[in-house]
């Protein structure tokens, strides 16, 4: 049975940080690609930050230079570490798994970021 399974969110005041961790199993995960999406009320999901197996990385404009992605193949685990939080970086994150050769995904159940004083 696959599982992704996220924590890390939280309250944080702007210009703080976090972490985001999403752990996998059941799954060969360093053959999907990782992606990070978030989704605040009213508006769509968007895609944050994703890393290729290959370890190649994309941001969205809004916030390269803040976050950055990374992966451990050797933890199933895939993270979002998040610096100099703005109040519109408040949302629910999902991490997502893409197989590399296919069509087959997988998404984390969301762990919730509040950026507020």
């Known amino acids: 049975q696959v599982q992704l399974v996220e924590s890390g969110g939280g309250l944080v005041q702007p210009g703080g940080s976090l972490r985001l961790s999403c752990a996998a199993s059941g799954i060969g995960f360093r053959d999907f690609v990782m992606g990070w999406y978030r989704q605040a009320p009213g508006k769509q999901r968007e895609l944050v930050a994703a890393?290729?197996?290959?370890?190649?990385?994309n941001y969205a404009n809004s916030v390269q230079g803040r976050f950055t992605v990374s992966r451990d193949n050797a933890k199933n685990t895939a993270y979002l570490q998040m610096n100099s939080l703005k109040p519109e970086d408040s949302a629910v994150y999902y991490c997502?798994?893409?197989?590399?050769?296919?069509?087959?995904?997988?998404w984390g159940q969301g762990t919730q970021v509040t950026v507020s004083s």
């Open positions: 890393m290729t197996v290959d370890g190649i990385t």
């Open positions: 997502k798994l893409q197989y590399r050769w296919g069509s087959l995904s997988y």
